[in-house]
């Protein structure tokens, strides 16, 4: 013998349908800017047939069964979609609690006893507590893809790479240097010292919060990469406190070619390249001379 | 058995990796090298390894034994044109080849080897008649 | 953690090696690997073969494309022999520790070049060696 709400439930998917969009279209967080009131009402039906159908086939509350398989991925589909397109938390929970209200509205409207309303009433709540945790997990799953997408897409244009001259690059580093960020800041090095035939990086750690052993080591890779790609790299904006944590750690600089100043790097790389910058008119002097 | 072919070219030998290496390959062409650098009486051996995507450690330690080698012998070893994921890779495994020089092309290669035999061997008059 | 494809590779030529990295590497481009993650893959693999080759004559590899979650795909690969066994583990992972003639770099470069990395070895039965490396990471 079926349970009253699964014989009742399904004979009713107008009205509930009506009491569940009035109940969205009266909250007050309702984002009509986010989303149309034809979508939300597309949304709502489908969602809702698919919920009806599956309590029809299966009178249980466990949603691992297959029937609501259907209605598990519907639900996950809508609190994607919603999580990536800026809805909050509450916004998207309300619009699993609203057909709460809608279908024990639709009980009490039905079944006078309340012997026999109590039991469906607390078979309904434990179904949608359920879907609405399911919302809970898939919104927050979705924000954390929107959060990966965001962190590799920083990654991605914080680390641009200037060529400054005809065979010097500049490389400026801004925020913290942890261990896949380098690899992206030494593989777009390397990749555009390829492209640009250029024989000496500058690795400017100006914008570099702080330099700990970790970081040094991640500095010194690059600089091995790029020395193992047959060009030379100078690491320069060393202000004097990181001077002063550098040796402090104990870390082992010697090695690289360090300056305090993206322009005192410069020179050292045009002196490298033996190219010379002088004012107009003094080579004549000097020459003369 | 398959052979990597070495180039002499006046002074300098010159390699060009096409294939993928293994191991057996690699230690052939060191062989080959360091007797035709005895042969020729060579200054200057350029490994291009452009075309090479895999460099393991030991592959590695045979292109450092070749520079080593070929030092000992009186002659400049270049390696040119490694690969960014290759070079990435190769620090992270912990073989930064200290002891190899490198450059970024063919080109830039053999400006160094000439640059290494010209400051080895110049004198104060040669430099002037040039 | 799902299972999408699977092969077992027999290792016992070098030339078997060079199949074997082609084969890693088809797997990695199908699943869009970068060049990098890709590079660093296929020489901890290329290590562990030629460990494999070097003290135990050969033995045989399992590929396997793996899946996590929607963003996260990567490769495993499980090297397994019958050879003499590692007799101290610890040792072995030393960097600059080798039996052999080598550097001494072969198994803990291989572990850094990967995610994940699992060692396990009775000596006189074998070892086996798994490492996995994602897609992104």
């Not at chain 2, 009186?74 to 190899?100: C, S």
């Amino acid at each position: 013998m079926k349970s009253l709400s699964a014989q009742l439930l399904p004979s009713k998917q107008v009205e509930i349908l009506d009491i569940w969009i009035k109940l969205q279209l009266k909250n007050e967080g309702l984002r009509s800017d986010l989303m149309s009131n034809d979508a939300l009402k597309r949304e709502s039906e489908e969602l809702l047939k698919t919920i009806l159908e599956a309590i029809r086939n299966d009178d249980t509350t466990d949603i691992k069964g297959e029937a609501y398989d259907k209605v598990v991925e519907v639900l996950a589909g809508i609190s994607l979609s919603r999580a990536s397109n800026g809805f909050s938390p509450r916004e998207t929970a309300y619009f699993v609690f609203s057909l709460k209200e809608a279908l024990i509205t639709v009980l009490e409207k039905n079944i006078a006893e309340p012997k026999e309303l109590y039991p469906e009433i607390v078979k309904v709540n434990k179904l949608l507590d359920d879907f609405g945790l399911i919302t809970f997990e898939t919104f927050i799953k979705g924000r954390e893809e929107v959060i990966l997408r965001q962190t590799s897409e920083i990654t991605e244009i914080s680390t641009p790479v200037i060529q400054v001259w005809s065979g010097i690059l500049a490389l400026p580093i801004i925020g913290t240097l942890d261990s896949a960020r380098t690899q992206v800041v030494m593989e777009n090095l390397l990749l555009k010292i390829v492209e640009t035939e250029s024989t000496i990086a500058i690795l400017d750690i100006s914008g570099v919060p702080a330099v700990d052993s970790l970081v040094a080591q991640h500095l010194i890779k690059t600089v091995a990469a790029t020395r193992l790609m047959g060009a030379e790299c100078i690491i320069s904006g060393i202000r004097p406190e990181i001077a002063q944590t550098i040796v402090h750690l104990g870390i082992d600089l010697s090695n690289i070619n360090t300056k305090a100043s993206l322009a005192h790097a410069l020179r050292t790389a045009f002196s490298l390249l033996k190219l010379e910058v002088r004012k107009v008119g003094e080579y004549s002097k000097n020459t003369h001379a | 058995m398959e052979k990597i072919p070495i180039l002499k070219m006046g002074d300098f030998l010159l390699v060009t990796v096409q294939v993928d290496l293994y191991d057996r390959l690699a230690l052939g062409l060191e062989s080959d090298l360091v007797n035709m650098i005895r042969k020729y009486s060579s200054r200057g051996v350029l490994i291009d390894i452009s075309a090479v995507n895999i460099v393991d450690s030991f592959m590695g330690r045979i292109l450092g034994n070749i520079a080593q080698m070929s030092k000992i012998l009186d002659a400049h070893t270049v390696v040119v044109g490694m690969q960014p994921a290759v070079a990435i890779t190769l620090i992270e495994l912990g073989l930064p080849m200290t002891g190899v020089h490198t450059a970024l092309n063919v080109e830039k290669g053999m400006a160094m080897l000439r640059d290494k035999l010209f400051l080895t061997e110049e004198t104060p008059n040669d430099s002037d008649n040039n | 953690m799902i299972t999408i494809n699977s092969e077992t590779i027999n290792i016992k030529t070098e030339q078997d090696a060079v199949f074997l990295r082609n084969r890693v590497s088809e797997y990695a481009n199908k699943i869009k690997m970068g060049l990098v993650n890709q590079t660093k893959l296929l020489t901890a693999a290329s290590e562990l073969v030629r460990n494999m080759l070097r003290y135990a004559g050969g033995g045989k590899v399992l590929c396997e494309v793996i899946s996590q979650s929607v963003l996260q795909t990567g490769i495993r690969l499980t090297f397994i022999d019958n050879g003499p066994g590692i007799p101290n583990i610890a040792d072995a992972m030393k960097d600059g520790f080798s039996t052999g003639k080598s550097l001494g770099i072969g198994l803990p470069g291989a572990k850094r070049l990967v995610n994940e990395f699992q060692i396990k070895s009775q000596e006189g039965e074998g070892t086996s060696v798994t490492i996995l490396k994602w897609k992104n990471g």
